[in-house]
């Protein structure tokens, strides 16, 4: 018996040991103040310089009409031309009333005086005028029956198929302008005031499922608010390059920041590492290191003070020192001297 009663108060540690669970992993951010500055996010989407709906100017049948959806136009090239027929008739038939004119006039002049009289020879002159504009009229027609890119352009649509007889004016092909891309973003009043009157408002775009930022810069906005709230739409464009894959009508988030009035240096907080007592009071989970290992250590509760800002964020006014590290997740789920370990990733 004394034999078995040592044998087990020997193994009692190792069991104590055994029983004590392994530190947490918990992921931790270290406090620093910066400039203190509002940052909110819009909504918004992409679209071209311009967006034009190309129509003749005179009516006929489409005979020419290379363009396809999706493809890029070269600035002048050919999107579709009507039947010529009907207008080298017309301005034939032009040609011919003008000669007659003229020949009627000639007649006239000469015989002036005696035979012919002076209100003859005016109206004979207006004719040839008469004339002469519809022969103008005929050309500038033969001109109207063929649509060209007027600028580099994106085949966004075509209305109608080729060989479609077309009246003056109906829309034949959509065309975006991509020039350059645009963004247009609904924005409060007060944010509006500061990007309309101040060059430090910065705005950012990304995209869904793509890590990269790309800047973007103000182009015009609109000098009256939304009927329903009170909104002012901008319309932002990229200053750099952007991506092929970009076109008009995709979805993009804008990231706008300007200095906060009156603000100095702050601290942000994450909400997720605040955390409170029965009371209330907001705290945050102090991370202190271990000896041997600095990735290794305890927490402990430390109160702190805070504001809601206006871009709903969290300043901290009172609290730990910058440079304190603090868990920035799951601060909630911890008890005040628990042991925990620096998570750096899934396995680690």
């Known amino acids: 018996?004394?034999?078995?009663?040592?044998?087990?108060?020997?193994?009692?540690?190792?069991?104590?040991?055994?029983?004590?669970?392994?530190?947490?992993?918990?992921?931790?951010?270290?406090?620093?103040?910066?400039?203190?500055?509002?940052?909110?996010?819009?909504?918004?989407?992409?679209?071209?310089?311009?967006?034009?709906?190309?129509?003749?100017?005179?009516?006929?049948?489409?005979?020419?009409?290379?363009?396809?959806?999706?493809?890029?136009?070269?600035?002048?090239?050919?999107?579709?031309?009507?039947?010529?027929?009907?207008?080298?008739?017309?301005?034939e038939r032009a040609e011919v009333n003008l000669d007659k004119a003229q020949r009627d006039l000639e007649r006239l002049e000469e015989l002036a005086g005696s035979a012919v009289s002076d209100v003859q020879i005016r109206d004979a002159s207006t004719q040839a005028d008469l004339a002469r504009i519809a022969v103008a009229e005929a050309r500038k027609a033969m001109e109207d029956a063929t649509l060209e890119a007027r600028f580099d352009a994106l085949v966004a649509r075509r209305e109608v198929a080729n060989y479609t007889t077309v009246a003056a004016g109906e829309p034949v092909v959509r065309l975006h302008d991509m020039s350059e891309l645009r963004v247009d973003i609904d924005v409060p009043e007060v944010l509006f005031r500061q990007a309309a009157g101040s060059s430090e408002v910065a705005f950012e775009a990304s995209f869904p499922g793509a890590p990269e930022t790309y800047d973007l810069t103000l182009r015009e906005y609109e000098a009256e608010t939304a009927e329903v709230a009170q909104t002012y739409s901008l319309t932002l464009a990229f200053t750099g390059e952007v991506p092929d894959w970009v076109l008009p009508g995709a979805s993009v988030t804008v990231t706008a920041t300007a200095p906060r009035q009156g603000g100095g240096e702050t601290v942000l907080l994450p909400e997720t590492a605040l955390v409170f007592d029965a009371e209330g009071a907001p705290g945050v989970m102090v991370f202190e290191p271990s000896g041997d290992d600095p990735d290794t250590g305890t927490v402990r509760r430390a109160p702190v003070e805070i504001e809601m800002r206006a871009d709903a964020r969290v300043a901290m006014t009172e609290g730990p020192e910058p440079g304190a590290q603090i868990v920035s997740a799951g601060a909630s789920q911890l008890g005040d001297g628990q042991r925990v370990r620096r998570f750096t990733g899934i396995g680690g």
Do not use: C, N, Y
Request: hydrophobic letters at 50%; aromatic letters at 6%; zero cysteines.
């Open 1 to 91: 018996m004394i034999r078995l009663a040592v044998f087990l108060l020997a193994l009692l540690p190792l069991a104590v040991a055994a029983q004590e669970p392994p530190p947490r992993p918990v992921k931790l951010t270290e406090i620093s103040a910066g400039a203190d500055r509002l940052e909110r996010q819009f909504f918004g989407r992409v679209r071209a310089r311009e967006t034009v709906d190309l129509a003749f100017q005179v009516g006929g049948q489409i005979v020419d009409f290379p363009v396809a959806e999706g493809s890029q136009l070269d600035r002048g090239a050919l999107v579709a031309s009507l039947d010529m027929t009907p207008f080298e008739r017309q301005l």
